[in-house]
């Protein structure tokens, strides 16, 4: 029976299933060892004493007790400063200075040390303090083995003191379980996320996926990949690898097929890594054995048809070993490796009309919204036309200054080229069009002829401009001028699978040389992983740009292919 006014605290699941996690058994010769969750002495308040008290004690009681029919005299007000530097100077805000020195130095030794003087003066540890610990304690490093252990210990005190998880505690919690080559906790906590109605990010699954590759349990970490998809969670290349290389050293030739496909679509062109476990996989005794030697041609071609081009998802083509080089692509696109040409895969133009919406979304949430409307205008008014330039970044390409020479060489071999002879179009910040080398007087009148053929618009104090002549390529389905690799926070805002494809097909850059100025125009084919009809693949690499170093391309053909 419970007596009135008596509290019942409901457990949530998830701090019963952390106090379950089992801690991590260690080898006699890890200098590693558990403690005991210390409970601290919480300070208790000095009761008044009960003792007798003197006359003049007495006086001063009755005088107290006086003093409290009276009005309370009024605080002074405290400043903003004041309220400031107390917040600053409070016990919880110099414990998360110190913490978060240390994680900024790797100091996983000291961060312990304040944690447990922390614990001991009573100073209340907030949810920012135990993901500061925690993300230490999981960190590599010659301190790892001492993080680890404590890392459990600190958790558990965390759930004792039930401060609520988020995202980053689950996060971190894994990669202690995943350090302790327990990738099943590592997974178990990716589930509960759930129970607090977190939702997983990409790196939640790491420590469970990297966890069960580098075990060689295949199984295990499909179920983690099929958990991502259901949390629409979207792996990326690091991820795709890690499932590839454990599918080729399974043995497993149809899953090695589908990571392919899902880097084709997904990464398109590979780093260093990634590329060595595809050319481990077509060097394999399994890759030779996989693959038919008789196919539906129609079938096939139905399928690079309905793809876009590229690809056609039928599975491997072919029999027996493959040949794998290292080689590279002329400017037709024909492979020096097999003399195979590649193609130009199709963009869809309702994705690009949804391309087009998106940026225009985005640049009014980012700009002030009544200087983008009215750009918006005057290229309704002036446009549309046949290239966009970047300027700022043409006129400052390989220079220590802004040169509108240079920037008027590219105009002018843009005009000629052009069907209709027409001026691009030049976005300037207004800055550079009235200071610096603006006021030079032969700049003045080609700035003033710029603007008289409307082929000039300088954007406004404040605004980002890169979110003008982007959204002017795309509306005017334009070629763009700029060597921006465009791969900041902003770009990123636009995700990763329309931007790079859209970005290939325009994107015109430009290089200074000996020899003068030049203009690289999109390639005639696409830089992605291809998949030919007769089975042979083609795989770009990150290594060169196509510009100064020719691209590494990966060619994997076989010795016999029959349809």
């Not at 006014?5 to 058994?25: E, H, N, Q």
């Not at 107390?86 to 100091?107: F, I, N, T």
């Not at 970044?393 to 052009?418: D, E």
């Not at 003068?516 to 992983?529: A, D, F, K, R």
């Amino acid at each position: 029976m419970l007596h009135c006014g008596a509290v019942v605290t409901k457990i949530p699941p998830l701090f019963s299933f952390f106090i379950k996690i089992p801690l991590p058994f260690f080898s006699r010769t890890s200098r590693l060892f558990f403690r005991p969750i210390p409970h601290y002495p919480k300070p208790q308040p000095s009761p008044i004493s009960t003792h007798t008290f003197s006359m003049n004690q007495r006086l001063n009681l009755s005088t107290l007790a006086l003093s409290r029919n009276l009005p309370p005299s009024p605080l002074p007000p405290v400043s903003n400063k004041a309220r400031k530097k107390a917040r600053r100077e409070s016990p919880e805000a110099v414990l998360k200075h110190k913490l978060d020195m240390c994680s900024r130095h790797g100091q996983v030794v000291e961060a312990l040390r304040i944690y447990d003087e922390a614990r001991t003066d009573g100073v209340p540890l907030s949810l920012h303090h135990y993901n500061v610990l925690l993300y230490l304690c999981s960190c590599d490093g010659e301190d790892a083995d001492v993080g680890l252990g404590r890392g459990f210990e600190i958790f558990r005190q965390m759930v004792e003191d039930k401060v609520v998880p988020n995202e980053a505690t689950f996060t971190n919690a894994a990669r202690l379980a995943a350090a302790s080559a327990d990738p099943e906790i590592a997974f178990g906590l990716v589930k509960q996320m759930k129970v607090f109605g977190i939702e997983p990010k990409l790196r939640s699954y790491g420590p469970a996926l990297f966890g069960f590759c580098k075990k060689g349990e295949a199984e295990r970490a499909y179920e983690v990949d099929a958990h991502m998809v259901e949390c629409a969670v979207v792996a990326e290349e690091a991820e795709i690898a890690a499932l590839l290389k454990i599918s080729s050293e399974m043995g497993k030739g149809e899953k090695v097929y589908e990571m392919m496909q899902r880097l084709r679509s997904g990464v398109r062109q590979v780093g260093e890594s990634t590329a060595e476990v595809v050319e481990e996989w077509f060097k394999s005794e399994e890759a030779g054995r996989v693959g038919v030697e008789r196919w539906d041609v129609k079938k096939v071609r139905e399928g690079v048809v309905r793809g876009g081009g590229g690809w056609h998802g039928q599975g491997w083509l072919g029999s027996g070993e493959w040949k794998v080089v290292r080689t590279q692509m002329d400017e037709a696109g024909t492979c020096a490796g097999c003399g195979q040409k590649l193609v130009c895969i199709d963009i869809d133009p309702i994705e690009t009309e949804d391309f087009a919406l998106s940026v225009t979304k985005l640049a009014n949430q980012r700009e002030v919204r009544d200087d983008f409307a009215q750009f918006q205008e005057w290229l309704k008014r002036h446009g549309p036309f046949d290239a966009i330039i970047d300027g700022a970044n043409v006129g400052l390409s390989n220079q220590h200054y802004f040169s509108f020479i240079q920037l008027n060489t590219v105009v002018n071999r843009l005009q000629k080229m052009s069907p209709a002879n027409r001026l691009p179009l030049v976005l300037l910040h207004k800055s550079r069009t009235i200071g610096g080398p603006a006021q030079n007087p032969k700049n003045k009148a080609l700035l003033e002829s710029w603007k008289k053929s409307r082929a000039l618009y300088a954007t406004p104090p404040g605004s980002n401009d890169d979110w003008y002549w982007l959204y002017a390529a795309v509306s005017c389905k334009s070629l763009l001028v700029t060597n921006d690799e465009m791969r900041d926070h902003l770009f990123q805002l636009l995700g990763t699978n329309f931007f790079p494809r859209w970005k290939e097909k325009h994107q015109v850059r430009v290089s200074v040389s000996k020899l003068g100025l030049n203009l690289h125009m999109p390639p005639p084919y696409s830089i992605v992983i291809q998949e030919s009809e007769d089975g042979s693949w083609h795989v770009p690499t990150t290594t060169g740009d196509d510009i100064e170093t020719p691209r590494q391309w990966l060619c994997a053909t076989r010795a016999r292919n029959t349809k």
